[in-house]
């Protein structure tokens, strides 16, 4: 990582940073594949300090490690946290990725859960326990932060690097899930890391890296299926640019993703590409009931299996839509404007996902800063577009803000160019002021 914070030091003042880039079309080279261009910094940008991934990575790993550590959050706030316990434990005593639900403990289930979280879960104990695993995840939220500030740093210079770094260390909702038994802190690092993996191996045309990234890319996947949209959207970014690396990218997610179908037809005798919960999700959200009652079906059906489980609530979802497509639409409707962020949210930690949104639209008023923001847009639209149709609550949003934090820190850099450091500091503390007021006026507790 050091290494190739090296390549990106800072040629002087006034000259563009070779980190700070965006790829566009070179036709006329032999192998047809996009270069990356140096976006210039501004004159402005130009004097802020360089920022090394690798040296923030590491600084940020151990400070935040640390304060998760001492906040003692609780760990099993999420009702699935005893789920991933119970698969890690069982990978411990050697019989692999199945557990039983107390509700319906004659069913073993094998492929019920994502395995991703689970896996890293085994190895923190192995390490030292519960308390292991909530210090790694912390160390790995401040890695994101250092991965975050370094897409910025690519997508818009120095000065947006610093800006979304500090974004993501001040986002509450790190801190929160980072301190949990829960996959959204792990899944958000794996999202990530791939992103940053891929832009990596565009910009450098190297086919390891983006080899790598594949690998991490079936982490992802593996912990949250939803990471098949922010995939999606990697590959298509990468074929367009860096076609070689698209294909090593594909050709490892493959490789590696291949022992878990493998396992689970051996297991379950179908093909069950990634898990057998998506019908029971499916229903929970579409026929708005609480989740104990499909979960107390289950109980009393326990000669349908997991796989029964998924095809019958599947079967009843698609009913569901058929007898009453407009209430689908409603249902999409509303998670759609739950997604976009905290419009309707009156929950007292969303002021600074409101300023965020608030100098995300600098960066959509002027056409250069909308042509940095391609990529976490993609990236963001794609994730969305996968679990909205599903179900969309503050947790399923957080792994994908930290592309809103990119936009901010984006749009925050354009103003600066156009009206000035100091102007801008003005306008981002009276923006910060109205929406920390309007979070108080129309928030409540919770």
Sequence with gaps: ME???ESLAATGSGQPAPGSGRVHAERGSPSHEREVAPVPDARTSASWPQFHVGWMSLIAAV???VVVRLLHMDQYSNPDSHAFMAIARSLLEGRGFVYNEPMFPSVPLYAFRSPGYSAFLAVAMMLGGVATA???QGALSGVSAALVGGLA???GGNRAAWIAFAFRLAWLGCWSFAGQIA????FEFTMILTVWLAFRAALKHNVALAATAGVVATLSILTRPAGVGPLAAVMWWLVRRFPRGAIALAAALFITWLPWPIRNYAKLHTFVPLLTMGGVALWDS???NPPIVAWTYMAEHPELGEVGYDKHFARATVELIRENPTGFVRRVARATLEYMGPI??????TWLHRFALLALLAALWWPA??????LPVMVWASFGALIIPIAVNYRYRFPAEWCVMIGAAIGLDALSERLGGRRTAVLAAVGLAACIAFTLVVGRPG
Excluded: I
Excluded at 344 to 349: E, F, G, P, S, W
């Design 3 to 5: 290494r190739m914070d």
């Design 63 to 65: 400070v935040c490690a």
């Design 344 to 349: 309707k949210d009156r929950r007292l930690n």
């Design 369 to 374: 800063a909308r042509v940095r923001l391609a």
């Design 183 to 186: 996959t959204e802190s792990f």
């Design 286 to 288: 579409h026929s708005e």
């Design 153 to 155: 740093r690519d997508l």
């Design 134 to 136: 909530v210090t790694v």
